[in-house]
């Protein structure tokens, strides 16, 4: 039999096409699959800065209901009794914060006589 020299013939230009056919899909596929393996990550990795952020909040919220609940303190016996100018700037004070909405009328009537009582 003799052997044909130069270009290949039908069948070896069908195999060359098939094998370069398979290679692209099959690079497609692995750049596809690699593009979506990107894609899941950045979406867990926003989640999570979400869920950071959404936990941060929450835990600033829950600190500030627990200081406005929180009972003022009441002066120690064993404190000093306040002067009339330290009774004078405590009630001012007082007064800002009843002006800020941080105390309530009650709130800085019980305030106030016992900084005038103490």
């Known amino acids: 039999m003799r052997r044909r020299m130069g270009r290949p013939g039908l069948m070896g230009t ?15 596929g692995g750049m596809r699959q690699h593009s979506a393996q990107n894609a899941a990550q950045q979406q867990q990795a926003a989640e999570a800065q979400q869920q950071a952020m959404d936990d ?15 009972p003022p303190s009441a002066p120690r016996p064993s404190e000093a009794p306040l002067s009339t100018d330290d009774k004078i700037a405590k009630i001012k004070e007082l007064g800002e914060l009843k002006t800020a909405g941080l105390l309530t009328e009650d709130e ?11």
């Not at 069908?14 to 497609?28: D, E, F, K, N, Q």
């Not at 929450?58 to 209901?65: C, D, E, G, K």
């Open 56 to 70: 941060q909040a929450a835990n600033q919220a829950a600190a500030q209901v627990q200081a406005q609940q929180a």
């Open 14 to 28: 069908m195999a060359r096409t098939a094998v370069i056919a398979g290679t692209a899909t099959a690079v497609s």
């Open 108 to 118: 800085f009537a019980n305030e106030k006589a016992k900084v005038l009582a103490g």
